[in-house]
């Protein structure tokens, strides 16, 4: 708890009105507006000179007028006062925003996380009774964080009927989109375009080849309705997450997904997409769905860019990975060193299911130097998504990746790599490029 915090910590009647979904983002509500706290030395923070400035650039991109996926609009001072006290403790507790990659381990792009300097000014704010200060001293207006777009659309995929998600709170379905295209193609960026974002917490596309796509058709003619259950990766068997190729990963905020520029992913004709959703519901769901996804092309070949999975070939054969019953930080580490060939790292994401702690992608170069790709300090399987370096990472002939990932398994049984959502993960994905 931020110490801030901790000082005016009280019990307080109004939390029993409080939303479900809000206490999603909280991990635990700690005071009370108008609550005693120490003294604050120096002058405290106002809306108008301090506070604005802070929450335009971070949350009103998600938290719009409608509410976004929350369904809690957060653009005006009279929002960010009524929910005062669950926004400090969200940020003091690191849960919000969700920017789960490390700022000490690398540079991103589009990066809209809190400095702790910004949490620290949020939490005195709301513990000094959310001062609006004087309207004629207030700050230059910020732009919000705009996520990134797409140059054009040249075709758009939809989901071929609406869904309903059932599975409380959780419900997993992937959608087999058809690839029209008669000749090969280059993909050379998409944006998913959530159709219902109340429900819809974040997505992994995939692209499944010709030669593979009579599976995953099977898989979807086998259930009533568009779209079949699938968790992990998008079906098939055990393997898939690894064999399927990933287009990246989307999450509220997020914005178009855009390659290099001068590369693209090379796409066959016959070809499907599969869109893994993963739905955020209450056992009362009534809210269907029917996203789509809008790409952008080249028919001019380009240079290739691959999103490439890594990780021990042993462990998703159910050897080496074993996490023990009732054990915390349990670590597990993969590392390869490259014998040939050289390429850029992009973007990454990790990946683990809900036993996942920390997770990390290092770079140990032949010259005895390292260069931290991506590391996750507190992971939290809800807010998966892709980070995009602000400058690639080299990698050569003697470099050696390495990835560790740890887990706390609190159940009576030992827990390794499956599909399922009591099994595990430890994945690496990557965007890279080569000459």
Not at 235 to 254: F, H, K, V, Y
Not at 284 to 291: A, I, L
Request: aromatic fraction near 8%; glycine fraction near 8%; hydrophobic fraction near 35%.
């Amino acid at each position: 708890m931020h110490p801030l915090l901790a000082a005016a910590a009280r019990p307080c009647p109004q939390l029993a009105a409080i939303p479900m979904a809000l206490l999603v983002l909280s991990t635990g509500l700690t005071g009370c507006k108008g609550a005693d706290a120490d003294p604050i030395a120096t002058p405290p923070p106002t809306w108008h000179e301090d506070i604005r400035p802070i929450v335009e650039e971070t949350c009103m991109s998600c938290h719009t007028e409608d509410g976004g996926m929350t369904g809690i609009p957060l653009t005006t001072y009279e929002d960010y006062q009524a929910w005062a006290w669950p926004i400090a403790n969200a940020v003091a507790a690191g849960t919000m925003p969700p920017w789960r990659a490390e700022s000490d381990c690398n540079s991103y792009k589009n990066d809209f996380s809190l400095s702790p300097e910004s949490v620290d000014t949020l939490v005195r704010w709301v513990n000094a009774d959310t001062p609006e200060g004087d309207a004629s001293k207030a700050a230059p207006t910020r732009i919000a964080w705009v996520p990134p777009t797409l140059a054009r659309v040249d075709a758009e995929l939809i989901m071929k009927e609406a869904f309903t998600p059932t599975k409380a709170p959780d419900d997993y379905r992937c959608f087999i989109m058809d690839w029209d295209e008669t000749e090969t193609t280059w993909m050379t960026g998409y944006n998913f375009k959530p159709g219902n974002t109340d429900v819809v917490h974040h997505v992994i596309p995939f692209i499944i080849p010709p030669d593979e796509a009579d599976v995953y058709r099977a898989l979807d003619d086998a259930e009533d309705g568009d779209g079949y259950p699938c968790f992990g990766g998008p079906g098939g068997n055990i393997d898939s997450l690894i064999e399927a190729r990933w287009l990246g990963a989307w999450a509220p905020g997020g914005g178009a997904t855009v390659m290099p520029e001068g590369y693209g992913l090379l796409i066959e004709p016959g070809s499907i997409m599969v869109m893994q959703v993963h739905y955020h519901v209450d056992a009362n769901n009534t809210e269907f769905d029917q996203s789509s996804v809008e790409i952008q092309l080249e028919h001019t070949p380009l240079k290739t860019v691959q999103i490439q999975p890594w990780t021990e070939v042993s462990w998703v054969l159910g050897m080496g990975m074993e996490i023990p019953a009732n054990t915390n930080d349990v670590s597990h580490t993969w590392s390869y060193t490259f014998e040939s060939g050289a390429f850029r790292i992009h973007d990454a994401t990790l990946h683990m299911h809900t036993m996942g702690q920390t997770a990390s992608m290092v770079i140990r170069h032949a010259d005895g130097s390292e260069t931290c790709v991506i590391r996750h300090d507190e992971y939290d399987f809800n807010w998966q998504r892709s980070y995009q370096l602000e400058q690639p990472v080299e990698v050569t002939v003697g470099d050696t990746m390495e990835l560790t990932c740890t887990w706390d398994n609190p159940t009576d049984q030992i827990v390794q790599w499956g599909d399922g959502t009591g099994d595990e993960m430890c994945l690496g994905v990557t965007m890279i490029t080569w000459e």
